[in-house]
């Protein structure tokens, strides 16, 4: 059974970093395509990154392009993401999600393209 567990959140004022990280387990993760989503207070889940089991041309939502990274370290089972200049709106729950599609990672930007999910952790941006 996948397993995925996120960590890292917090409370961040604005203008500060946060890296959030997933640990993978019971599934080949240098196989599977990974992804961060966030969910705002309110609003409906929304992607935020995706990397496919190449690592090569990451996906990055328009909103966190040029100041999120995400990255995966396969000998560990682990993927991060950095965020810096963080911004208010940034706040939400950020949720960890795999599958095993090994699509470019701009076709598998949406959130019915993951079957599995982690229970999310909550990022707070105060301004």
């Known amino acids: 059974q996948v397993q995925l567990v996120e960590s890292g959140g917090g409370l961040v004022q604005a203008g500060g970093s946060l890296q959030l990280s997933c640990t993978a387990s019971?599934?080949?993760?240098?196989?599977?395509?990974m992804a961060w989503f966030r969910q705002p207070p309110g609003k409906e889940r929304e992607v935020v990154a995706v990397v496919n089991n190449t690592g090569r041309s990451p996906y990055y939502s328009d909103s966190v392009k040029g100041r999120f990274t995400i990255s995966r370290d396969s000998g560990k089972s682990t993927m991060t993401l950095q965020m810096n200049s963080l911004k208010p709106e940034d706040t939400a729950v950020y949720y960890c999600a795999s599958n095993d599609n090994r699509l470019p990672a701009h076709m598998l930007a949406t959130e019915s393209a993951f079957s599995n999910w982690g229970p999310g952790t909550q990022v707070t941006v105060s301004s």
């Open positions: 019971d599934f080949p993760f240098r196989s599977y395509t």
